[in-house]
């Protein structure tokens, strides 16, 4: 069955970076977009980019385009989100999600993971 | 971006209750609206994909409908496992969401 298992709760200051993981199984690794998402506290959900495994491309939304980067290894099917210059407004979960057709919506996420930026 | 609203917020309803919740765009997204459920402490789960097409496994009770900028997720007969929170989708371009609709027990 399709899953995704992500890293642990991450605590981190103001202006530090976090890399969070998310390692894919049961299906092949690099046939679907893999998109990151994150959820403040209390609020609705936010699109953070995408990545193709298969070629390593990517896209980010605009909110995040500088701060953001998204890299793959394909050998151990896993996806990472490393956010950079850490703010108290980026305290959220931060979700990875498969995208089973290119039309942008998202059929299996992960379990999530907790960034906390607190100084 | 496209901006997504949903109403209600919240709403409180009943086992058996026919629910409805809707959702409307800024601007045309044409069918590329999806549905998810989430419940406390969980990741969200996709529900319905591009407006009216039953993600596998989702209980048939579960149903939408819309185009254009105005959009509708119905469920037929509310069971206990369906109080949660609900949220729409736009893929027409790059994703946002509505604020969700908590569906809570009357």
């Known amino acids: 069955q399709v899953q995704f298992v992500q890293s642990g709760a991450e605590v981190r200051k103001p202006g530090a970076s976090v890399k969070v993981s998310c390692k894919a199984s049961?299906?092949?690794?690099?046939?679907?977009?893999i998109h990151w998402l994150r959820q403040a506290p209390g609020q609705s959900l936010e699109w953070v980019g995408w990545i193709n495994p298969a070629d390593g491309n990517t896209l980010y939304s605009e909110k995040f385009q500088g701060r953001v980067t998204l890299t793959r290894d394909t050998s151990a099917a896993t996806t990472y989100l490393d956010l950079r210059s850490l703010r108290s407004e980026d305290t959220a979960v931060y979700y990875c999600?498969?995208?089973?057709?290119?039309?942008?919506?998202?059929?299996?996420w992960g379990q999530g993971t907790l960034v906390t930026v607190s100084s | 971006d496209i901006q997504m609203t949903q109403s209600p917020s919240s709403l409180s309803a009943s086992v058996g209750d026919r629910v409805t919740i809707t959702c409307r765009a800024s601007q045309t997204i044409d069918s590329y609206l999806n549905w998810y459920q989430q419940k406390p402490g969980q990741a969200p789960k996709l529900l319905i994909y591009?407006?009216?097409n039953l993600h596998s496994g989702v209980p048939s009770r579960f149903s939408g409908s819309g185009s254009g900028t105005d959009f509708t997720l119905t469920i037929s007969s509310l069971q206990p496992e369906d109080f949660a929170t609900y949220y729409c989708q736009q893929s027409f371009v790059t994703p946002t969401f509505g604020g969700g609709t908590k569906v809570e027990i009357k």
């Open positions: 049961g299906y092949i690794f690099t046939e679907y977009n």
């Open positions: 999600a498969r995208d089973p057709t290119v039309n942008d919506f998202f059929d299996y």
């Open positions: 591009t407006s009216s």
